[in-house]
């Protein structure tokens, strides 16, 4: 299997990691399928907005909801999500050089969101790339074993592993 996750440090930073790498591998020529996460910092909201994009070319789902200034529960709306996953699965039907998840979150732990894709892509021999939280951890390599391999949070680390992965399959 060709799986690796990454972790960046701070609050957001692995949207902005995962977006600039699906950007520097789409102009060196690779075809891409998955999602990349936008966060929106709304002035008049506590919370963000949290948009995703669909590789390789949108469209953009809006995976937030807004539940109120006093709620304390997930923000995710699951029909969003879910809308995001079949428009993926979809292009990964059109064929991928590399899957990119933006998170494997809850509903990922939890047997639902992107695990079907990740699973079909790594049944096909596309590498995927994850990014993932620390909450998120042990279901993560619950779900891919020992197979997964961790990235430093940086464009040059995630751009080589993919390439090396991809340069490896074309051998």
Known sequence: ???????APGR???NVLLADTAKALAADG??????????????????????????PDGPVI???????????GCR?????LEQAVQITRE???????????NKFGKHEADGRGFREVIGEALSRDIPVL???NRM?????????????QELDPTVDALTTWAKSNLAAQKA
């Open 91 to 101: 292009q990964l039907d059109q064929g991928a050089d590399l899957v990119v998840v």
């Open 30 to 55: 690779l075809h891409l399928c998955g999602t990349v996460q936008t966060d929106t910092e709304c002035a008049d909201k506590a919370k963000c907005d949290m948009d995703v994009h669909i590789l």
């Open 76 to 80: 995710l709306n699951p029909e969003a």
């Open 1 to 7: 299997m060709k799986i690796a996750y990454t972790i």
């Open 62 to 72: 809006r995976i937030s909801q807004d539940l109120g200034s006093a709620s304390r």
């Open 130 to 132: 994850v990014g993932i």
């Open 136 to 148: 998120n951890v042990d279901a993560f390599q619950d779900f891919c074993g020992a197979a997964a």
């Open 12 to 14: 957001g930073e692995t």
